[in-house]
């Protein structure tokens, strides 16, 4: 059965008299591993807050664990979540004191701390530091050992605010890689906030975007990533191509005319008010002679490659045309086979096209 761990209806958190959250309805299932995306100032952190019940909200109705906290859910919830902020506080003493803490507040015995200690240092790679002074650990080690101490008491909800956000990149998708592992095994719930999309596609299968406190994209990681609902998370995920266009429509289908006299068919509904085409680099290709490409609908344009830059799993390929500049992503064996100042055809398949306003 699909439990609801968090639901949010119609929350709105007011902060200096300004709108700052305004939720009409997010659910988020038990074992969901969801990632909060947004641009600074979105209201990530006040909805990780709201959650943790660190900040009240002025409307609506807020349920954990199935039960509206406003009435009595409250202690439940708090026993059943934990939280880790972008700075990790440990407290004077031994890691191993710092990870029994939270077990020693709820008059575990001995043995039971002794053994869900262990299992929380083991899960997170740092049996061997138990006894290493917490003040002397590293930016990571201390992450990992906040990590064991949040879920040390095995909650089924945790909330993560940027924790690993200053990391270098190999520890914070090593420290990812063990955090997914743990909550699917044990089917935790985790809200990741973070800036980082590598950080999310390969951490959560759902994501929340959110600007000006309010929802504007729920979907899984890929569909955010190639089809953004608007301009905003185009840019949050760095798209390759977004083109300035202009849309006519007899509201079955629209012609999508880009600079250059480009121009295509739209068989899917088209927002109103379309101003751009997103277009994701790895559906643009290069045309030869012989590709079987030439074989589907595409959209072809003449252009200059302007630019060749490397990279692991693809390089980016900028082709200029008088009118248009489209960025490419190219396997390697091909990118390094091209040549900066020649003429390309390349072409694009319209339905991979998403429209934005
Ligand atoms: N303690 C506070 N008191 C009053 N307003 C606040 C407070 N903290 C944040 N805000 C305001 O609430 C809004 C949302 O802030 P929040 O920190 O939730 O955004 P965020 O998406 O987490 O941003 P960032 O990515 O920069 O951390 C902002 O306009 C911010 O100025």
Known sequence: MNHTIVELTGIKVYRNRQLTLNIEQLSVAAGELVAVAGPNGAGKSTLLQVINMLLPYQQGVLKLFGRDISQTGREDARCNSSMMFQETL????TVYDNVALPLNFRNYTQTEIEEQVAAALKNFHCQHLAERQAKQLSGGEVQRVGLARALVYQPKLLLLDEPFAALDTATRTAILGD???????NRITV??????????LSFADRVVVLADGRMIQDDCPEVVLRRPVNLEVANLVDMDNILPCQVETDGREAIVRLAGGVAFRQNKPVPVGAAACCLPGD????LNRSSALRRQPLVTINGTIAGITP????YKVRVESSSLSLTMRAPREQATGLISGSQVEVAFNPDEVQLIC
Do not use: E
């Open 283 to 286: 559906a643009v290709y290069i």
């Open 179 to 185: 955090l997914k592992q743990v909550a699917v095994a």
């Open 90 to 93: 440990l407290v004077n003493g």
């Open 191 to 200: 809200l990741l906030v973070s800036h980082n999309f590598n950080d999310v």
């Open 311 to 314: 990279g692991i799993g693809a």
